[in-house]
Every structure is written in C-alpha cells, then in structure tokens.
C-alpha cells in the first residue's frame, strides 16, 4: 500500500488545516487508516484512525473536538481536518494504513504552528 500526504504548512495559532492521504489499494482491502505525528525526540503518537468498514474512529486525548478524520472511499483518500490549532500540534504528521498483519506508512508532512 503506498500513501502519499499533502496538505501540510505553516499555520498561525488557532487556525486550521486539512492534511490529505491518498492511498493505492481500495479502502475495503485496507482494515485501518489513521494518522499519527511525531516531534523530534519524542515517539511517534497516535493521532486519530478510522476504520475502513465501519466508519469508527478514535481520537487521541489532546486533539478531541477539534481534529476529524474522514475517508472518501470512492477518492482511496483519507482525511484529517485540524482545527483550532495550537504550538503544541507542530509535528511531522504520518499517514497510516494497516492491512491484515501489515503497517503502512506514508513520508510524513510537516505542520508548524506558529503562535
């Protein structure tokens, strides 16, 4: 599975973004999408998943009520629409996609939050 991320940039605190994952299989092979971000120096966290059937998702703690991920089947694209942004959201942001036992994962985007 191969994903590619746009939609990265720089952002003012308190604004918003949309990242975008295009991905290579059809989202009915793929069992789970999501996004993570990393921090230099810090682990890679978990941002926000869905699932490709049903349409769960789970959110980290610190960006409830104001991240969305969604998925537009007939696109093969995952979305990640953040809002109200702050500095602690400045990371490079991963595309992730899990099919049966394996992890894919796209080339991060950076977004940077200025405040």
């Known amino acids: 599975v191969q994903l590619v991320e746009s939609g990265g940039g720089l952002v003012q605190a308190g604004g918003s973004l949309r990242l975008s994952c295009a991905h290579s299989r059809s989202t009915f092979s793929i069992n789970l999408l999501g996004w993570y971000r990393q921090v230099p120096g810090n682990e890679r966290e978990l941002v926000a998943v869905i699932t490709s059937g049903g349409g769960s998702t789970n959110y980290a703690d610190s960006v409830k009520g104001r991240f969305t991920i969604s998925r537009d089947n007939a696109k093969n694209t995952v979305y990640l629409q953040m809002n109200s942004l702050t500095s602690e959201d400045t990371a490079v942001y991963y595309c992730?996609?899990?099919?049966?036992?394996?992890?894919?994962w796209g080339q991060g985007t950076q977004v940077t939050v200025s405040s």
């Open positions: 992730y996609a899990r099919q049966f036992q394996y992890n894919y």
